[in-house]
């Protein structure tokens, strides 16, 4: 069956655009799941979804980052003003409820900013 | 915070060599461990996980066990390919959802 996927693969922008990541996520997942991968550093959480609500945002950057899921499906992460410091791997997952341990990763968006 | 301390790489070997990648961890109480590798081009994956004490997880001829005397979750293989070219993140869950990583190790096996 089909894995969680991201779009788009790359995103290349100038400093201060803004910035939308895309993210659907394995069908019947009820949570979802971003995180950034910094060059040489793992993954961090950003945010986690359960249904349509953010239920934790705690690890969003500051208020330039904004992540929806309206219809508790595709789930969309939002840079305003980007910053060169933006400029990491955004990985999304997906699992069946809220369990750590059941996390499905989707092959990333690299972002770099300008 | 809970957090992992992951040997530092690169770490290149040869095929058919021994492979030790040390994670230490800090946590309150005993949270699973997990390992997740990234093949290149690929998405993570988990590779294998211990839930308690003792355990040991095994997969793709993977293994670690849970250390809770020396908080540890060293991963090993008695005998790695080329395929296993990748990096290895030690993980374990914060507030039940969520995952923290270690920076990662990056493995590579020359033939």
């Known amino acids: 069956g089909a894995g969680v996927s991201q779009t788009p693969s790359n995103k290349v922008t100038e400093k201060g655009k803004y910035v939308e990541l895309r993210c659907d996520p394995i069908s019947g997942h009820t949570a979802l799941y971003w995180y950034r991968q910094s060059l040489g550093q793992g993954p961090e959480f950003l945010i986690y979804?359960?249904?349509?609500?953010?239920?934790?945002d705690s690890g969003l950057p500051n208020d330039r980052f904004f992540a929806v899921r309206p219809e508790g499906s595709v789930s969309t992460l939002k840079i305003q003003r980007t910053e060169r410091g933006d400029s990491a791997v955004y990985l999304c997952a997906s699992s069946p409820g809220p369990e750590a341990e059941t996390q499905y990763f989707g092959p990333g968006t690299r972002l770099l900013v300008l | 915070g809970d957090s992992v301390t992951q040997m530092e790489g690169p770490v290149t070997l040869s095929e058919e060599a021994f492979l030790t990648i040390n994670c230490t961890y800090t946590?309150?109480?005993?949270?699973?461990l997990f390992w997740y590798v990234q093949y290149p081009g690929e998405g993570l994956q988990l590779l294998l996980k211990a839930t308690k004490a003792d355990d040991k997880g095994s997969n793709k001829g993977f293994e670690a066990t849970y250390r809770k005397e020396t908080t540890s979750f060293h991963l090993e293989k008695g005998s790695v390919q080329v395929s296993d070219s990748a990096v290895y993140f030690c993980?374990?869950?914060?507030?039940?959802?969520?995952?923290?990583f270690g920076t990662g190790t990056r493995l590579t096996i020359i033939p």
């Open positions: 993980a374990l869950p914060f507030g039940n959802e969520k995952l923290t």
């Open positions: 979804f359960q249904g349509t609500g953010a239920a934790d």
């Open positions: 946590a309150t109480g005993y949270p699973s």
